[in-house]
Nanobody, 126 residues
């Protein structure tokens, strides 16, 4: 059974940084693309970034490219999202999601990913 556990969220002032982590179990993590998604109150869930199985191919949504960095450590079954220069509009619940099939190119499409965790809340104060 796939389990994804996000952590690292919290309250931070605008301009600050946070590093989100997602620990995965229940599947050969190193074979699958992973994505970080966010869901703001009253909004649909949207992709921030995604990374392929090896870590050498990444995808970033235009709104976050250049500020946030996705990475993974397959030895630790963990994917990270380094969030920099945070803004109040970054406030949302953040979820990591796991691809439904192995060895695929990461995209921002929600239908690529079928497993997600409970989320971690990020609040950015102005």
């Amino acid at each position: 059974q796939v389990q994804l556990v996000e952590s690292g969220g919290g309250l931070v002032q605008a301009g600050g940084s946070l590093r989100l982590s997602c620990a995965a179990s229940g599947r050969t993590f190193s074979n699958y693309a992973m994505g970080w998604f966010r869901q703001a109150p009253g909004k649909e869930r949207e992709c921030v970034a995604a990374i392929n199985w090896s870590g050498f191919n990444t995808y970033y949504a235009a709104s976050w490219q250049g500020r946030h960095i996705i990475s993974r450590d397959n030895a630790k079954n963990t994917v990270y999202l380094q969030m920099n220069s945070l803004r109040p509009e970054d406030t949302a619940d953040y979820y990591c999601e796991l691809d439904s099939r192995p060895y695929r190119t990461p995209t921002g499409g929600r239908n690529q990913y079928v497993y997600w965790g409970q989320g971690t809340q990020v609040t950015v104060s102005s």
